[in-house]
C-alpha cells in the first residue's frame, strides 16, 4: 500500500530575481498557488499557458510530494497540473 503525502511543496525561481516558496497538505491548493502566482505576472493564462510562459521567461517550477515512512521521509517531483489534466 502507498503512503499519501503529507505535504506538498511548491518552488518558483527565477535565477537573480526571486523565489518563491509555498506548502500545502494537497495538490490542488498548491497548484492554485502557481495559478495566483502567475496571474501577479500575467493575465488570462490556462494552465498549459503558465508553465510554457513561466519556461519561456526563465522561471524553473517544481513541485514535490512528500511522503513519510518508518524510518524517514522522501519527496518525489511532480509534474505540474498532469492529474488536473487526466481529470479533464
Not at 511522503?67 to 521521509?73: H, L, P, T
Amino acid at each position: 500500500m502507498k503512503k499519501p503525502p503529507f505535504a506538498h511543496v511548491l518552488i518558483m525561481e527565477h535565477p537573480n530575481i526571486e523565489t518563491s516558496v509555498a506548502a500545502s497538505a494537497t495538490l490542488e491548493e498548491i497548484e492554485e498557488a502557481l495559478r495566483a502566482g502567475t496571474r501577479s505576472r500575467w493575465v488570462g493564462l490556462t494552465d498549459n499557458e503558465i508553465i510554457e510562459t513561466l519556461n519561456e521567461n526563465g522561471w524553473r517550477v517544481r513541485i514535490f510530494a512528500c511522503i513519510a515512512y518508518r524510518k524517514g521521509q522522501s519527496s518525489i517531483e511532480l509534474k505540474p497540473f498532469a492529474h488536473a489534466a487526466k481529470a479533464a
